[in-house]
């Protein structure tokens, strides 16, 4: 089966502070997506990735920066958190025009 | 800008009845579409796909109708069950890699 890591299920963080959020997969997947849900709002893309060192901006990227250095695993960085960036992070890869396989989710809360 | 949507934010069914949630979708280039179902905590897993040279795929108790004339995709439950109270939401692929999100739907069971 397809697994999607995501490195924590819930973190607290302080405003300001650098905020690292890691995805893992195992299945060998071109792409790699991050969204977050919110209320109302449904899920919306952050950034996603079709290759190794290669990045898209998604619909909201503004505050957010990531990393793809190898093909499993692909990074969400929050330069300066803010209170406004609490949410549910959720983290997804796919092979190239196929469905993709999400991760449980990362909730996280700015203070 | 083009966007997938959803009819209706909430649907309750009562139990053993047939459930249809309802999606509008904008991008007419769009080839390939997915529903996916999201349980509380959890991240959203893969119900079923269709490409758009198909009006209809069935799999177990579910069934996608693609209708590309007014750009509306349908999701069909046959005799709902509780297991099946979730949000749903439909998905399309953009460019063969970007993968958008309508808002999604709840559906509740009614016993």
């Known amino acids: 089966d397809v697994k999607v890591t995501q490195s924590s299920r819930y973190l607290v963080k302080r405003t300001g502070e650098k905020v690292f959020l890691e995805c893992v997969q195992d299945m060998d997947h071109e792409n790699m997506f991050w969204y977050r849900q919110d209320p109302g709002l449904g899920l919306r893309l952050i950034y996603f990735?079709?290759?190794?060192?290669?990045?898209e901006k998604g619909d909201i990227p503004e505050g957010y920066s990531v990393s793809r250095e190898k093909k499993e695993r692909f990074s969400l960085i929050l330069e300066s958190a803010s209170t406004n960036q609490t949410s549910m992070y959720l983290c997804?890869?796919?092979?190239?025009?196929?469905?993709?396989?999400f991760g449980q989710g990362t909730r996280l809360t700015v203070v | 800008g083009e966007s997938v949507g959803l009819h209706l934010p909430t649907l309750s069914v009562q139990e053993g009845d047939n459930s249809i949630i309802n999606c509008a979708y904008s991008?007419?280039?769009?080839?390939?579409f997915i529903w996916y179902k999201q349980e509380s905590g959890k991240g959203p897993q893969f119900i079923i796909d269709?490409?758009?040279?198909?009006d209809k795929r069935q799999g177990q108790r579910v069934t996608v109708l693609l209708n590309k004339t007014v750009k509306h995709l349908s999701l069909q439950i046959a005799a709902t069950q509780p297991g099946d109270s979730a949000v749903y939401f439909c998905a399309e692929i953009e460019g063969a890699q970007k993968l958008v999100f309508g808002q999604g739907t709840r559906l509740t069971i009614n016993p």
């Open positions: 990735s079709y290759d190794v060192k290669m990045k």
């Open positions: 991008n007419s280039a769009s080839d390939y």
């Open positions: 997804a890869s796919s092979l190239q025009g196929a469905e993709a396989f």
């Open positions: 269709i490409r758009s040279n198909m």
